[in-house]
């Protein structure tokens, strides 16, 4: 398909048929700033934060509503341009508690990104503070109303990627929040807990528990539970997972998972693991060296099979190992024991 | 899946049985939502209990447990009664279709109204939604198979595809959706009593001569025992050892006091997992191996896709890798393995099994590859069938309607169903140990209709006892709609309220599948 | 029927009406009539002749407009024209029975207008001065007929307008809509036949037609007045534009706390419906069109067209970005136009009389006519319709009347809470939309409220501003944050707690707010704000600065005292004030203590000799 070439205070830019000011603009390198922006939603257009001059046009259009076309003159850093996104941006902050230190989203936040970009000052304007209590209903995540910014961005990955509508905006105004039908704790409504509408967040308004230290590498697999299998990023830190997101690029999920994938994995850093190979001995299983457990099945097996034939010795693999070590299984028990029994739990 | 996951949102109908999607596969659910709210598909669901995916349907049909095949029938009766066939496809691209007209000649709807109880004119209206869409898909999972004609379900389905020309082609197709990460894999690899890996009848000589030059030993040349055959024979001795790696049957097989009492009776059973499981605790010798976030290899999905699997953690204590520990033991059992890694495993799984030919490790670096992949320069198999069926033509196998092999009667008059719950997997090794899961969904629960609860004298959130010709188990019944009258459901999840304490193990005769979806219960209330 | 059959019958059905065999007694029933008692004092007058065994026929009519002389009746006695009782009372009433109906005699002043030349001294209707400037064409009907009977409607030439529109071609529709110079009249004035035109040429089938009857500013009701008083003219209008549209479904997004309109609207739509002017083939034209009602939940933003659609589409009423316009991408993503009920009201006389008749009336860029809701500090409040191009000054003193107390008149604030307060030094300029918004107001709906010199500007403001600060959807943050911002330091000013900059500040947040925001209501909710600071900038600072507010209305910046040589110790105000703040002996001067004063005013309204000073 064709390139689009426009221009951005004079800086010639190409864009994809169909994509908008903003998106180009930010894959050229250049920055607007943006907080209910979301490459996965429709564009809303109600931070107003991403407004441009463009010739032609009557007002100060948003960049993420307007698609581009061919040779046309947008104007990111006007002085009014500038005066609008600063007052917008102070007016949000006058109603954000300045906590951001002790923030679970502190320096990933996209509130703070684009304040430091408009250079706000927040000392002209009457400060206020949402009083809802957070909602903590939830085992996984917290939503924290006055960190709110109403972008919607969670409200809109719930219906536009889930399709379900779990939450919706309630109320008019300054009232306005986010809630699930009825005003329901989420934990009582139709959420199915995927947790997408976190990943989502720009701010910390909604943030999972204990995710308050930051991965120290991150690790793409695929998730341990259903036949989906869908690709996730594990975020891990001390040898534990610390975080999991959906991996924006994998053709299956597309950054998608379910409350299993996203908020079950952390059976493997359970206390409850095996550590130690076991033996029965007098019916009780007690640890033992993997020399003494090897050889002793070695052994068993060998004898069994002398005594009995390969066909006295079974064997099931796993659908939850992997292809290599199935594949490993199967030969070992066909070739290795001489076994012709070798299934698994496909049927249940 | 003949189709890949993507292609739900293409298609125009999508008929989905005996799956609750939504629940047990919650991302291929959310497509087929998006497909009915974003993409106008229209979504047929035929399922006895009112399950979520039912909110975005155009119908749903509730047939009663174990009439599949009656319903399915029906819906064919009626497109060709009304001529709405794909005749080029069937005449082109199949065979057969005269054996299986009797059986499908003779479902009326009416007819089939009285089986299944779903109304005639709705399952006119099925029949005509299905034949009618350009792309019509189905999607089932073990609501279709696990039962004692679940064979008989599953070519009803395929019946229905090739009748309406709804395979080999873009958002259609016959879509079993794999309950497991990597049941799909497991079964490519071999992991079957009757195959070798990549789908190789045991039996067929050529085949298995393939692989005895390559693994450099004579091979067994008659199909092995199924999962539940073994146990029967472990139970009467005839095998002695049995190695289970990463299964847990002692909960997840039906009729489980017969299954405990098989794993107890094995002269030496060995069991090799990541958690004390119920299974290993039977077990002669533990060994603990890796999870899926402290190993490396592949995975293959419901859709053919395989995918890497990447180290994340280290082992805990002294744990190793799973293929690491089938080596040892291998070599001290005096047949030779000496891979150093498992992409050396795939390396011969290349070598070996011609659909993963071209699935080589760095390839499937980003995105996966879907099989059939003959060499590297294929990019894989979106959909299968496309020009012609692996056999040439598809067969039209007769299926006639044929009862479950236990039905309720007047000491056990309930009809018990089991499933999934979105909270939790399978026998819940790992979402068991989910603190936050546990909370949102504790488990342990039989879902019973008002009308059969009230009859009962049972109120919702009491304690009950369900019965049946097997065992007994404690629940709390949740006293819903969801399930029709005379249906009970419970998930099987749960060592607390083993459901399948109750199931019935008969088999399918074909496919070895036991008949998990359908017995005769009976419920009280404990006092 | 054919069209020609169902015209003889009304007309025959109107005759009963102008020409009754007894004494036919037509109240006054719209929501306002309703509201000022009309509907009790039917029911009593009925009893009431019932008792005296005098015959009499009743029906209802909706609202003429004149709500300060509500509730109203109008006699007609055989052989006579009708004569208009106002301000009516069950004492006057039962009196008005006995003069007139069995006497046949006007006594006094009882009577305001005849509907008909004037008469023993009273007044021809159309000579009264608040209806003597007006020139009713949206309003024609309303008052007149009653609202409930489709022969009457036909009978003042009902569906004339539509008869010939089927005749001619969709384009020739627009043309002549063209002609007449017709812009929308919810507030924005684009012109209607351009806007029929876009959505006609865009592509995409079906296309819509969206009534939007989703009145929101507060005080104004012209839209309910149609809606209850003429219902059909609305439905006619929508058949005219839906067939210069090609739509073939119509909704009418009507809010639920307007029970009246919307169980007009169902009667008309059912009647129409059986009379072959809507449904399938109407007229036996080919042209089908269906209309349904959708109820609204009263919020105020769901009067913007991306708003009202979401609504009906079952989401929440918020705005979306245009473009694309609704002409192209509008209800479930269909070309749809959405038009104000008085601007479908105005359709059917220019499809009947030519649309050369109806830009006859008003300025250059600016034709026909406008109604407004006049309220406030004004004589004769009620809604009315005058030609475009009349003075502000004709509006407030010659049809309104001025004040009622002889106060001085100190501004009007036109369009609502989107709209600005304009001085009564500009009180020469002509009403049309671009001279409207030269002044920094807008034309809006059509509310238009009197403010007198007790009134104070600041105070203004920041009512308005809450009502937007309430209202804003949510969805972007300059209106929702700003509105707020802007609510709160109109409050600080006006509770003595503004702050040097503050002006500045509103002037720059405003500013903001207007280019900001993502739709019309946030773009115009600084209006007030900006426009008082305009005018009245002295009026801030002196809240601010000197901390006072003349008009005596921020009861922080104000206090009461009593003046000693003026005072001769009545006792009226200590005897009504509520805390007990005033003490004095009788017939000595009083004191306030300042302390206790909550600043009611209640001793300033009630003391007669001028001894209370608010300072």
């Known amino acids: 398909m064709e390139e689009i070439k426009f221009t951005i205070d004079g800086q010639e830019v190409t864009a994809k048929p169909g994509q908008s000011v903003l998106e180009a603009t930010l894959a050229a390198g250049i920055y607007i700033p943006n907080l209910c922006y979301d490459p996965k939603l429709e564009p809303y257009g109600g931070c107003r934060l991403c407004v441009v001059e463009i010739e032609g046009m009557r007002g100060l259009p948003t960049a993420c509503t307007t698609k581009v076309t061919p040779g046309m003159k947008v104007r990111s850093e006007t002085p009014e341009v500038h005066q609008v996104r600063k007052i917008t941006m102070e007016l949000l902050v006058a109603d954000h508690p300045l906590e951001c230190l002790t923030c679970s989203l502190n320096q990933r936040c996209d509130l703070q990104k684009a304040a430091a970009f408009l250079g706000v000052d927040q000392s002209r304007l009457r400060r206020s503070e949402r009083a809802l209590a957070n909602d903590e209903s939830n085992p996984f995540f917290v939503r924290d109303f006055k960190k709110c910014i109403l972008c919607a961005r969670c409200v809109r990955v719930c219906s536009e990627v889930r399709g379900l509508g779990a939450i919706d905006m309630a109320k008019r105004g300054y009232e306005a929040f986010i809630s699930p039908f009825a005003g329901l704790p989420i934990a009582d409504s139709i959420c199915e807990s995927c947790g997408e509408c976190v990943d989502h967040c720009p701010t910390g308004a909604l943030y999972v528990r204990g995710e308050a230290i930051l991965p120290g590498k991150e690790v793409k697999t695929i998730c341990p539970y259903c036949g989906v299998g869908c690709q996730m990023v594990l975020g891990i830190r001390q040898n534990r997972i610390v975080k999991v997101l959906g991996d924006l690029t994998y053709p299956v999920n597309s950054g998608s998972l379910c409350v299993k994938g996203r908020f079950g994995l952390d059976f493997a850093s359970s206390e409850d693991r095996l550590k130690t190979p076991l033996i029965k001995k007098n019916g009780q299983l007690v640890e033992a060296t993997w020399d003494e457990a090897l050889d002793l099945v070695a052994s068993r097996f060998k004898e069994i099979k002398k005594k009995h034939g390969g066909q006295a010795i079974a064997g099931l693999c796993s659908a939850k190992a992997t292809n290599e070590e199935n594949y490993l299984f199967q030969k070992f028990i066909r070739a290795g024991a001489g076994s012709p029994h070798i299934d698994h739990c496909a049927r249940l | 899946m003949t189709n890949s996951i993507s292609e739900f949102e293409t298609a125009d109908t999508v008929f989905i049985i005996g799956s609750n999607t939504t629940e047990a596969h919650p991302i291929i659910g959310l497509k087929l939502r998006r497909a009915a709210l974003f993409h106008g598909a229209k979504i047929i669901v035929a399922d006895p209990r009112r399950i979520d995916i039912t909110q975005v349907a155009k119908l749903h049909l509730r047939q009663r447990s174990g009439t599949d095949v009656a319903l399915i029938n029906a819906m064919m009766n009626v497109i060709l009664a009304e001529g709405l066939e794909d005749k080029n496809f069937i005449a082109e691209r199949t065979e057969g279709l005269e054996d299986a007209l009797p059986a499908i000649k003779e479902m009326t709807p009416e007819r089939a109204e009285k089986i299944t109880g779903v109304p005639a004119e709705n399952i006119r209206q099925a029949g005509r939604m299905f034949a009618q869409a350009d792309r019509a898909s189905i999607v089932y999972a073990m609501g279709i198979t696990q039962h004692s004609h679940g064979t008989d379900n599953v ?23 794999r309950g497991q990460n990597n049941v799909q894999g497991a079964c490519d690899m071999g992991g079957l009593p009757n195959v070798l890996p990549g789908y190789k009848p045991v039996t067929d000589e050529a085949a298995r001569k ?13 199909p092995g025992l199924t999962m539940i055959e073994m146990l029967n024979a472990a139970e009467k001795g005839e095998i002695k050892a049995l190695f289970i790696m990463g299964e847990n049957p002692a909960l997840s097989d039906p009729n489980l006091n017969h299954t405990r009492h098989a794993l107890d009776q094995c002269e030496f059973l060995v069991v090799q997992d990541i958690f004390l499981t119920e299974t290993a605790q039977f077990a002669d010798v533990v060994l603990p191996g890796a999870s899926f976030a402290e190993k490396d290899g592949t995975f293959t999905n419901t859709e053919r896709r395989v995918g890497r699997v990447r180290q994340a953690l280290t082992l805990p204590g002294q744990a190793r890798q799973d293929w690491q520990i089938i080596q040892d033991l291998s070599n001290r059992m005096g047949y030779a393995m000496k891979y150093d890694s498992p992409r050396q495993i795939l390396e011969e799984i290349n070598q070996l099994v011609p659909q993963y030919a071209g699935i080589t490790w760095y390839r499937i670096e980003k995105k996966g590859i879907q099989w059939p992949c003959p060499d590297t320069s294929h990019p894989g198999t979106k959909f299968l069938h496309q020009d012609k069926f692996t056999r040439g033509k598809g067969k039209f196998h007769p299926t006639p309607f044929i009862e479950s092999a236990e039905l309720p009667d007047k000491k056990y008059p309930l009809l018990l169903t089991t499933g999934r719950q979105l909270y939790h997997f399978h026998t819940s090794t790992m979402t068991g140990r989910v603190e936050g899961l546990e909370e949102l969904c504790p488990g342990g629960s039989v879902e019973i209709n008002p009308e059969d609860a009230a009859g009962l004298e049972i109120m919702d959130g009491e304690k009950v006892e369900v019965a049946s010709r097997r065992g007994k188990v404690e629940a709390i019944a949740l006293v819903t709609e969801k399930v029709p009258k005379g249906t009970i459901f419970m998930p099987f999840h749960f060592a607390a309220a083993p459901a399948n304490m109750l199931t019935n193990d008969a088999l399918d005769p074909t496919a070895k599948i036991p008949e998990l979806k359908v017995c005769a219960a009976a419920v009280r209330k404990v006092a | 029927m054919r069209f020609e059959q169902l015209q003889a019958r009304a007309k025959k059905a109107w005759q009963e009406v102008v020409s009754p065999q007894i004494p036919l007694i037509r109240m006054g029933m719209a929501t306002c009539g309703r509201a000022a008692g009309g509907q009790e004092l039917l029911q009593a007058f009925q009893e009431e002749l019932a008792k005296n065994k005098i015959q009499a026929q009743f029906s ?6 004149l709500c300060y002389a509500e509730p109203m009746a109008e006699i007609i006695l055989p052989g006579r024209p009708g004569v208009l009782f106002a301000k009516l009372t069950p004492a006057k009433m039962k009196k008005i029975g006995e003069d007139y109906l069995v006497h046949g005699k006007i006594v006094g002043d009882s009577a305001l207008a005849v509907m008909g030349p004037a008469r023993n001294g009273t007044p021809a209707f159309t000579d009264l001065p608040m209806v003597k400037g007006q020139q009713r064409t949206a309003l024609r009907n309303c008052g007149i ?3 409930t009977n489709l022969d009457h409607y036909l009978a003042h030439d009902g569906y004339v307008g539509l008869k010939r529109a089927l005749s001619l071609s969709p384009d020739e529709v627009i043309a002549e809509v063209k002609t ?36 929101g500013d507060p005080g104004a009701f012209m839209d309910r007045s149609v809606l209850e008083s003429d219902p059909h003219s609305v439905l006619e209008g929508m058949a005219l534009a839906a067939y210069a549209i090609g ?10 706390e307007y029970p009246l309109a919307l169980e007009r609207l169902d009667l008309a739509i059912r009647q129409a419906t059986e009379h072959n002017l809507l449904g399938d083939n109407i007229l036996g034209s080919g042209f089908n069109l269906h209309l349904k009602i959708k109820m609204g939940a009263g919020a105020f933003v769901c009067g913007e067209e991306t708003a009202l659609m979401a609504s009906i589409e079952g989401r929440r009423g918020m705005p979306r970005t245009r473009p694309p316009f609704p002409a192209n991408q509008g209800l479930f993503g269909k070309p749809t136009t959405i038009n104000n009920v008085e601007t479908l009201a105005n359709l059917p006389p220019i499809l009947a009389k030519g649309g050369a008749w109806y830009a006859g009336f008003g300025t250059e860029k600016s034709k026909g006519t406008k109604t407004f809701a006049l309220a406030g500090k004004v004589d004769r409040t009620g809604l009315i319709e005058v030609p475009m191009g009349i003075t502000l000054k004709e509006i407030v003193f010659d049809i309104g009347g001025g004040s009622p107390i002889g106060k001085k008149i100190k501004a009007v604030q036109t369009g609502g809470p989107s709209g600005g307060c304009i001085p009564a030094e500009l009180f020469d300029l002509p009403v049309d939309y671009e001279r409207l918004a030269a002044v920094g107001s807008i034309m809006g709906s059509g509310g238009m409220v009197v403010l007198d010199e007790n009134t104070c500007m600041v105070d203004v403001a920041r009512y308005f501003l809450e009502f937007t600060k309430n ?10 944050l700003g509105t707020r911002q802007m609510h709160e330091i109109l409050t600080d000013i006006c509770a003595g707690r503004g702050r040097p900059g503050d002006i500045e500040l509103l002037e720059e947040i405003g500013a903001a707010v207007r280019k900001g925001s993502l739709c019309a209501l946030g773009g115009t909710a600084p209006n007030p704000v900006l426009t008082t600071i305009q005018h009245y900038r002295h009026e801030y600072e002196q809240h601010i600065q000197d901390q006072r507010c003349f ?4 009861k922080a910046l104000i206090t009461y005292s009593i003046n000693a040589e003026t005072c001769n110790g009545c006792r009226v105000c200590a005897t009504n004030c509520p805390q007990q703040a005033i003490s004095g002996e009788k017939k000595k001067p009083h004191v306030i203590d300042t302390a206790l004063c909550i600043k009611c005013g209640i001793c300033y309204e009630m003391c007669k000799f001028d001894a209370v000073v608010r300072q």
């Open chain 3, 247 to 256: 739509a073939e479904h119509g909704y009418i997004y009507c809010r639920a």
């Open chain 3, 60 to 65: 209802e009519v909706g609202c003429l407009g």
């Open chain 3, 471 to 480: 209202e804003s959807c949510g969805k972007c943050a300059p209106c929702r």
């Open chain 3, 180 to 215: 007449s110079g017709l812009r929308g009249r919810g507030g924005a004035g684009f012109p209607t036949g351009q806007k029929w035109e876009f959505c006609r040429k865009a592509t995409g089938t079906p296309k819509y037609l969206i009534c939007n009857a989703d009145e």
């Open chain 3, 145 to 147: 007929i009653d609202p």
């Open chain 2, 155 to 177: 070519k009803a389905l395929c019946n229905l595809a090739m009748l309406t020309g709804n395979l080999g082609k873009e958002g259609a197709g016959v879509n079993p959706l």
């Open chain 2, 210 to 222: 393939v692989f005895e030059e390559a693994w450099g030993v004579k091979l067994p040349e008659k």
């Open chain 3, 551 to 554: 008009a005596g209305v921020c």
